[in-house]
T-cell receptor
Framework: DSGVTQTPKHLITATGQRVTLRCSPRSGDLSVYWYQQSLDQGLQFLIQYYNGEERAKGNILERFSAQQFPDLHSELNLSSLELGDSALYFC??????????????FGPGTRLTVT | GENVEQHPSTLSVQEGDSAVIKCTYSDSASNYFPWYKQELGKRPQLIID?????GEKKDQRIAVTLNKTAKHFSLHITETQPEDSAVYFC?????????????FGRGTSLIVHP
């Protein structure tokens, strides 16, 4: 158990819908990262938040957005869902920028299926 | 942007054999190289990492080597065991606004036959 929690574990929804994925980082970690894992694209970085502010952005679609709340949990919002958005979405957390790379701890993931 | 190539995509070995997975990267600014193990249906877990000021790092049966000039790095697992069976991902990271964001390879499925 990494200490990172994600809900829900599984989500099945229809095209055009909107969903919200939730992540709680390890106690003491200020950074939250979101990743998408699919057979087509592999494991891809989406976005990072540090202490409530967006820190880095990767291959995140405009239909996707995220935020980190004062209690440091984060939510990833996916809207106008398409079949191709079906994937495993991971959240990871780390202590945060400290002048060097720090270990990221991954949550168990949310499996999203768009039908 | 960074591009990471990983080979082979599948590796099948007998228990006790060694396994080697190789990655190349394109951006010379990348200076941190973590390796992750992902068991079926589980989350990726960091197993070893190396920074660009080091050429080799070992942790028990696992070692990673880095050749900065050639922009390639490798994972070596000795005395493989069935529980080593998993998908292994390499990644290359460079600093960006104080953060290190990884670009992952496509993964290697390692199968260790008892």
């Amino acid at each position: 158990d990494s200490g990172v929690t994600q809900t829900p574990k599984h989500l099945i929804t229809a095209t055009g819908q909107r969903v919200t994925l939730r992540c709680s980082p390890r106690s003491g970690d200020l950074s939250v990262y979101w990743y998408q894992q699919s057979l087509d694209q592999g494991l891809q970085f989406l976005i990072q938040y540090y202490n409530g502010e967006e820190r880095a952005k990767g291959n995140i679609l405009e239909r996707f957005s995220a935020q980190q709340f004062p209690d440091l949990h984060s939510e990833l919002n996916l809207s106008s869902l398409e079949l191709g958005d079906s994937a495993l979405y991971f959240c990871a957390s780390s202590v945060g920028p400290a002048g060097g790379p720090d270990e990221q701890y991954f949550g168990p993931g949310t499996r999203l299926t768009v039908t | 942007g960074e591009n990471v190539e990983q080979h082979p995509s599948t590796l099948s070995v007998q228990e006790g054999d060694s396994a080697v997975i190789k990655c190349t990267y394109s951006d010379s600014a990348s200076n941190y190289f973590p390796w992750y193990k992902q068991e079926l249906g589980k989350r990726p877990q960091l197993i070893i990492d190396i920074r660009s000021n080091v050429g080799e790092k070992k942790d028990q049966r696992i070692a990673v080597t880095l050749n900065k000039t050639a922009k390639h790095f490798s994972l070596h697992i000795t005395e493989t065991q069935p529980e080593d069976s998993a998908v292994y991902f390499c990644a290359a990271s460079k600093p960006s606004g104080g953060s290190y964001i990884p670009t992952f390879g496509r993964g290697t499925s390692l199968i260790v036959h008892p």
